[in-house]
């Protein structure tokens, strides 16, 4: 069973709009989420993370928003740029249960278009 | 090294037989991390290691799989008796410590089992 979702295989944003990704979790022990990145051929690479103290964390035009009661985090990116066109992956971890490595979601498509 | 460095990149084996797949995390990382990803699928967690030892070998998908790792560095995932459900990229991640869920990854090795 997946514990860490991600519905929208793919996503379509125009250049400048707001892109929205989503993800869900059914783990209520989760208490730490990361957004990842990954181009083809790479690696995924950090890019934003949120601890279940807080509600939103912000870092240049990346912001991860967690509304804990409804087991779900967002990641907003403004404005979109072409090199954002990646697949982004949502993971989760219970970092105070002893949890070795992270979950992950099967990742979202984000797809800018000029 | 810069970077997390994996080998090899890519890697064609037929049934049956055995890979070895190799892992240089980035100089000083005492966390190191193996996940792969199937077709379609996220990032599934395998193993981890802080130094030379793994805490938990559960995460692997069968006892054809072993990992190890040596002189708190250099790690190698070893399937035996490949099959073709093992297809996937094998991705290496280092961190400086655990929990530091902002691990750096390899570029990781494509296996084709055919």
């Known amino acids: 069973d997946q514990q860490v979702k991600q519905n929208s295989p793919s996503l379509s944003v125009q250049e400048g709009r707001i892109s929205i990704l989503n993800c869900d979790y059914t783990n209520s022990m989760f208490d730490y989420f990361l957004w990842y990145k990954k181009y083809p051929a790479e690696g995924p690479t950090f890019l934003i993370s949120?601890?279940?103290?807080?509600d939103k964390n912000e870092d240049g035009r990346f912001t991860v928003f967690l509304n804990k009661s409804a087991k779900h985090l967002s990641l907003h990116i403004v404005p979109s740029q072409p090199g954002d066109s990646a697949v982004y992956f949502c993971?989760?971890?219970?970092?105070?249960?002893?949890?070795?490595?992270?979950?992950f979601g099967k990742g979202t498509h984000l797809i800018i278009q000029p | 090294g810069a970077g997390v460095s994996q080998s090899p990149s890519n890697k064609v084996t037929e049934k049956g037989k055995d890979v070895e797949l190799r892992c240089d995390p980035i100089s000083g990382h005492t966390a190191l991390y193996w996940y792969r990803q199937s077709l379609g699928q996220g990032l599934e967690f395998l193993i981890y290691?802080?130094?030379?030892?793994?805490?938990?070998k559960s995460g692997l998908p069968s006892d054809r799989f072993s990992a190890e790792r040596t002189g708190g560095s250099v790690s190698t995932l070893t399937i035996q008796r490949t099959q073709q459900e093992d297809s996937a990229v094998y991705l290496c991640?280092?961190?400086?410590?655990?929990?530091?869920?902002?691990?750096?990854f390899g570029q990781g090795t494509r296996l084709t089992v055919v």
């Open positions: 991640a280092s961190s400086t410590q655990r929990p530091s869920w902002e691990a750096f």
């Open positions: 290691f802080q130094g030379n030892s793994a805490p938990d």
């Open positions: 949120i601890s279940s103290i807080k």
């Open positions: 993971a989760a971890t219970d970092s105070g249960g002893g949890a070795d490595g992270l979950t």
